[in-house]
């Protein structure tokens, strides 16, 4: 599965940003899709999830209330709402797919995942 992930750039602290990646393969919106991002020299880091269907979701401790993972199911595209946004939040963010048989068996471990999009800079300003 290939994936473009786009949306980033500089923002103030305390804005907002959406981040999108799309699936170009037949078929991709069978893959839970997820986002993740990574400082330099440190582990990537999950974000949010979001089943196939879109029925659930999952978020990391420092997303949960601000941020939003949803999908454009028709269109194979993911979507990040990423809102009160915090320097700290500054980072690489990489879209990401993994083909699960059930929600339950959902891991967050970057090294668990089978495709990955480049990269999308979001910087926080102070």
């Known amino acids: 599965v290939q994936l473009q992930a786009s949306g980033g750039g500089l923002v103030q602290a305390g804005g907002s940003v959406r981040l999108s990646c799309t699936a170009f393969q037949r078929n991709s919106n069978r893959y839970t899709m997820g986002w993740f991002r990574q400082d330099p020299g440190k582990e990537r880091d999950f974000v949010a999830a979001?089943?196939?269907?879109?029925?659930?979701?999952k978020y990391s401790d420092s997303a949960l209330g601000r941020f939003a993972i949803s999908r454009d199911v028709a269109n194979n595209t993911v979507y990040l709402q990423m809102n009160s946004l915090k320097p700290e939040d500054t980072a690489l963010y990489y879209c990401?797919?993994?083909?699960?048989?059930?929600?339950?068996?959902?891991?967050?471990?970057?090294?668990?995942?089978?495709?990955w999009g480049q990269g999308t800079l979001v910087t926080v300003s102070s």
């Open positions: 990401a797919a993994i083909l699960i048989r059930s929600w339950s068996r959902l891991v967050v471990g970057s090294a668990h995942w089978d495709y």
């Open positions: 979001i089943s196939w269907s879109g029925a659930n979701t």
